[in-house]
């Protein structure tokens, strides 16, 4: 557990580009500079909570002396690998959020958080005995149990700056399907994550939450509905169909096409002659 207070980013190069073997999770009063994290920065610098994962790339830029305030939680894998949060842990997308996605929280779960955090720091200062390791582990589950809600949370209070980005995702998806997929192949949801500038994990959260449908699902649906366009009101073979729509096989377009509504592409097209 380390204290903000306690923390003063210099201009030591260090800052620029870093990475730790270890999960962190931080709850940051105060601004200190602009945190990188993947591709893009965190889109506020103060009263956030963060979630980072091991292995990613990391820098600190500009870098103030404003004071500071709350704490940095962090673990190695091993402390958890033998627990069932060991096993789970990577169903928390959060911990793959790259921008955009710190989570805001209300005072009462700011209360909650950091009640916990606490918890956790005044067993870390008990004498050691076989019941701390489980302890601490139960501490930390219990908090991303919470942070899962309270992210649950924002995705509808911040419903008006998550509006923005699926009507956005509707246009890039539009645009794709009727110029670029040809070219580019099939949509992904890296592609579309990228040119949002979120991370994909965070993407599937958010239109899962506006939408009922995770990303993957949303992307099938959009072609699926823009392979019925080209088959009831153009000429197009199957095969032109399939590469407009970026299938490299044919065969591909069908399957997947029969699978979201169980006819084949000649079967629907037959349905409207």
Same mark, same amino acid.
């Given at each position: 557990?380390?204290?903000?207070?306690?923390?003063?980013?210099?201009?030591?190069?260090?800052?620029?580009?870093?990475?730790?073997?270890?999960y962190c999770v931080a709850i940051k009063k105060g601004a200190s500079g602009k945190?990188?994290?993947?591709? /893009?920065?965190?889109?506020?610098?103060?009263?956030?909570?963060?979630?980072?994962?091991?292995?990613?790339?990391?820098?600190?830029?500009?870098?103030?002396?404003?004071?500071?305030?709350?704490?940095?939680?962090v673990f190695k894998p091993e402390l958890i690998r033998d627990s069932e949060l060991g096993k789970v842990i990577g169903n928390y997308g959060f911990f793959s959020y790259s921008t955009s996605e710190a989570l805001h929280l209300s005072e009462k779960e700011d209360y909650i958080i950091m009640s916990l955090m606490n918890q956790i720091q005044d067993e870390l200062k008990n004498n050691i005995d076989h019941y701390s390791q489980?302890?601490?582990?139960?501490?930390?589950?219990?908090?991303?149990?919470?942070?899962?809600?309270?992210?649950?949370?924002?995705?509808?209070?911040?419903?008006?700056?998550?509006?923005?980005?699926?009507?956005?995702?509707?246009?890039?998806?539009? /645009?794709?399907?009727?110029?670029?997929?040809?070219?580019?192949g099939v949509p992904t949801v890296h592609f579309f994550a990228e040119k949002l500038n979120i991370s994909p994990n965070y993407l599937s959260d958010l239109l899962k939450s506006a939408t009922g449908q995770n990303a993957q699902t949303y992307i099938q649906e959009a072609v699926v509905e823009r392979a019925k366009e080209l088959l009831s009101t153009t000429s197009l073979s199957i095969k032109e169909i399939a590469y407009e729509l970026g299938f490299e096989y044919p065969q591909s377009f069908s399957t997947m096409f029969k699978k979201n509504t169980q006819q084949t592409p000649l079967q629907f097209r037959a349905a409207f002659n």
């Amino acid at each position: 557990m380390i204290d903000f207070e306690h923390i003063k980013f210099d201009s030591n190069e260090i800052w620029s580009s870093f990475y730790y073997d270890f999960y962190c999770v931080a709850i940051k009063k105060g601004a200190s500079g602009k945190f990188r994290y993947g591709q /893009a920065h965190y889109d506020f610098d103060e009263g956030v909570m963060s979630f980072t994962k091991p292995g990613q790339i990391f820098s600190v830029t500009n870098p103030t002396d404003d004071p500071l305030s709350g704490y940095m939680m962090v673990f190695k894998p091993e402390l958890i690998r033998d627990s069932e949060l060991g096993k789970v842990i990577g169903n928390y997308g959060f911990f793959s959020y790259s921008t955009s996605e710190a989570l805001h929280l209300s005072e009462k779960e700011d209360y909650i958080i950091m009640s916990l955090m606490n918890q956790i720091q005044d067993e870390l200062k008990n004498n050691i005995d076989h019941y701390s390791q489980d302890l601490i582990v139960s501490h930390i589950d219990l908090l991303l149990n919470y942070a899962k809600r309270f992210h649950n949370r924002q995705f509808l209070t911040r419903s008006s700056v998550n509006n923005d980005i699926v009507l956005k995702m509707e246009e890039l998806m539009d /645009a794709y399907l009727k110029s670029d997929a040809s070219i580019l192949g099939v949509p992904t949801v890296h592609f579309f994550a990228e040119k949002l500038n979120i991370s994909p994990n965070y993407l599937s959260d958010l239109l899962k939450s506006a939408t009922g449908q995770n990303a993957q699902t949303y992307i099938q649906e959009a072609v699926v509905e823009r392979a019925k366009e080209l088959l009831s009101t153009t000429s197009l073979s199957i095969k032109e169909i399939a590469y407009e729509l970026g299938f490299e096989y044919p065969q591909s377009f069908s399957t997947m096409f029969k699978k979201n509504t169980q006819q084949t592409p000649l079967q629907f097209r037959a349905a409207f002659n």
